[in-house]
C-alpha cells in the first residue's frame, strides 16, 4: 500500500461539489461505524450511506485509504479540540484533572473510530505513521506544558519533558483504549481520579 496523496480533483470544487464531498466523509464515517472494521468497509458502503453514486466517490477521493486518512485526522482533531482544558487557573493539578476528564469523554464518544484506526493501524505501515503523528499533537501539547511548569517550579526539574509527555498520553490513550473500546468495567469518577492522581504523581508536582 502506497501512502495516500491529497486528491488533485478537489482543489477547485464548487459549493455544490464541496458538499458532496462532505457527504461523503460523514458517509464514511458512520459506514466504518456500523461495520466497526476498516477492511469490511467497503467504497460501495460509502456510497450507498451518503446517498452518492459509487462512480462519483472517484471524483473526490482517489482511493478508500485516501478518504480514511482524512477521516482518521479529522476524528483526531476533535479529540484534541475536546480535550483541550477549560480551566483557566494556575494549578497544574486542576488543569491536568480537567483536561484528562474532557479527553476521557471523548474517547468514548470516538470510541468505534478509534477501535478502527487502531485496527487499521496495526494491518497498514502508512496509517501507523498517520496515528504516530496524529499522537504526537497530545505529546507536544503536554510537552509544553511540563515544561512550562518546571520553569515555574510545580514539576520535577530532572524529568524530560518530551519522554514524559510520551509516557502520559500512552498512559491516558491506553486506557481509554481499555475501558471504552475492551470494554473493563472501571468506577466512572474513581478511574478519573485516579488517571489524574498518577499524572500529578509521575511528575513530582510541587504546590505552590
Do not use: C
Not at 493501524?121 to 496524529?134: G, H, N, T, V
Amino acid at each position: 500500500m502506497t501512502s495516500p496523496q491529497p486528491s488533485t480533483v478537489t482543489q477547485a470544487l464548487s459549493p455544490k461539489g464541496q458538499r458532496t464531498r462532505d457527504r461523503l466523509l460523514a458517509g464514511a464515517r458512520r459506514a466504518f461505524g456500523d461495520s466497526g472494521s476498516y477492511v469490511e468497509t467497503r467504497i460501495t458502503d460509502i456510497a450507498k450511506e451518503s446517498g452518492v453514486a459509487y462512480g462519483s466517490f472517484y471524483t473526490y477521493f482517489d482511493s478508500k485509504e485516501q478518504l480514511f486518512f482524512e477521516l482518521a485526522a479529522a476524528v483526531v482533531n476533535e479529540m484534541y479540540e475536546e480535550g483541550t482544558s477549560r480551566y483557566r487557573g494556575d494549578d497544574p493539578t486542576e488543569r491536568i484533572d480537567a483536561a484528562n476528564r474532557q479527553f476521557l469523554a471523548s474517547y468514548q464518544a470516538h470510541a468505534v473510530m478509534m477501535t478502527i484506526i487502531e485496527q487499521a493501524a496495526a494491518l497498514y505501515p502508512d496509517l501507523r505513521e498517520l496515528r504516530r503523528e496524529l499522537r504526537g499533537r497530545f505529546v507536544e501539547r503536554i510537552r509544553v506544558n511540563i515544561e512550562r511548569w518546571q520553569t515555574r517550579g510545580l514539576v520535577e526539574s530532572s524529568l524530560d519533558a518530551h519522554v514524559t509527555a510520551h509516557a502520559l498520553v500512552s498512559l491516558t490513550d491506553n486506557f481509554g483504549y481499555l475501558w471504552f473500546v475492551l470494554g473493563e468495567p472501571f468506577d466512572e469518577e474513581l478511574a478519573l481520579r485516579t488517571i489524574s492522581s498518577l499524572w500529578v504523581n509521575a511528575l513530582g508536582i510541587h504546590k505552590q
